[in-house]
């Protein structure tokens, strides 16, 4: 039997989710096939999650001169071996995060006729609700939405969910915290003193964006892909998952996927991290897959230099 064309691309783009739900949807769009050749499984380690560098973040800052030396020197080969770690320990409240995925999840699935408010006027906007990338320049789209949103040195956030307004100031301070302590270790392993590396980047003013990406079930998973390899902007990104896992990083020549320990947090360094040490820490590539079982989201927290 002669196989089925793939549906014709839909004319006007709006959300993966509205695609997603749309009835027999039973491949994707042509224009969604990111891969023709999709990298065969011997491109991709299995699951290495032992190997995969682990932060104890107090640890960073202890009071006991060995313990805190030794952190250091985990931080920097996590940075140098990896340039990806998971924090444990971090001090925000378990609670608190899964609150921050489902409240996020609210917003995703905000009736489709509230969201066209979220989408940009321009690059600028600090709220940007959209599709994929930038889907007015792109012949192949990714399997996913997103909220972005400029959160520090000013605060912006959605005006709907009302529990999005609630709960966002606080994610955001304290995973400005995580990084305040990242950095004074990395400033140390650089040879400098603790506070120098954030006095530097003017860090009080630190850049910070809210990325919230939904990559709902796919019915093609093997050749479509819900963000293409990239590497973050700023120091460090910090990440959160609902537990269905899609993070693949860049290591040793091969795509590593990424199970989140349980209340953990996933950490990538950025471009500003490479160049303020002259290239010691190299920006990770990473990307995300998707799945045909379940419905996909993630928090990630971009954290820069001031924007000055
Ligand atoms: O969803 C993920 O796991 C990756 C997200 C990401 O890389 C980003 O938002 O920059
Ligand atoms: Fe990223």
């Known amino acids: 039997m002669a196989a089925t064309a793939p549906p014709s691309p839909p004319s006007n783009i709006t959300s993966v989710k509205k695609l997603s739900e749309s009835p027999n949807l039973n491949s994707i769009p042509s224009n969604y096939a990111y891969y023709t050749n999709y990298p065969t499984e011997t491109n991709i380690a299995s699951n290495s999650d032992d190997s995969i560098p682990t932060i104890d973040l107090p640890l960073l800052t202890s009071d006991n001169p060995d313990q805190r030396s030794k ?22 409240p378990e609670t608190l995060m899964k609150a921050m995925l489902e409240v996020t999840n609210e917003f995703f699935n905000l009736a489709e006729e509230e969201k066209p408010e979220f989408q940009p006027k321009n690059v600028v906007d600090p709220i940007r609700y959209g599709t994929s990338f930038n889907t007015e320049k792109e012949k192949i789209f990714c399997w ?6 400029f959160v520090h040195p000013q605060f912006h956030c959605p005006n709907k969910p009302d529990s999005l307004r609630e709960l966002l100031p606080e994610y955001c301070e304290r995973t400005r915290d995580v990084v305040r302590k990242l950095v004074k270790g990395i400033s140390e392993s650089l040879g400098l003193e603790e506070s120098e590396m954030g006095e530097a980047l003017d860090l009080g003013s630190t850049l910070q964006i809210f990325i919230a990406n939904l990559y709902p079930r796919c019915p093609n ?11 973050d902007h700023g120091l460090f990104t910090l990440l959160i998952e609902n537990g269905v896992g899609g993070l693949q990083i860049q ?55 001031s924007p000055d």
């Not at 996913?144 to 949103?149: A, E």
């Not at 998973?221 to 590497?231: C, E, I, N, R």
């Open 221 to 231: 998973p093997d050749v479509a892909l819900g963000m293409p390899p990239h590497s």
């Open 144 to 149: 996913r939405d997103f909220l972005k949103v």
């Open 251 to 305: 290591h040793k020549g091969r795509w590593v996927n990424v199970n989140a320990l349980p209340n953990s947090i996933l950490v990538n360094t950025g471009d500003h991290l490479e160049i303020f040490s002259n290239g010691k820490y190299k920006s990770i590539m990473h990307r995300a897959v998707v799945n045909n079982k379940k419905t996909r989201i993630s928090i990630a927290m971009a954290n820069g230099p």
């Open 71 to 92: 952190a250091i020197q985990d931080l920097d080969k996590a940075c140098q071996d990896w340039g990806f770690f998971m924090v444990v320990n971090h001090g925000i």
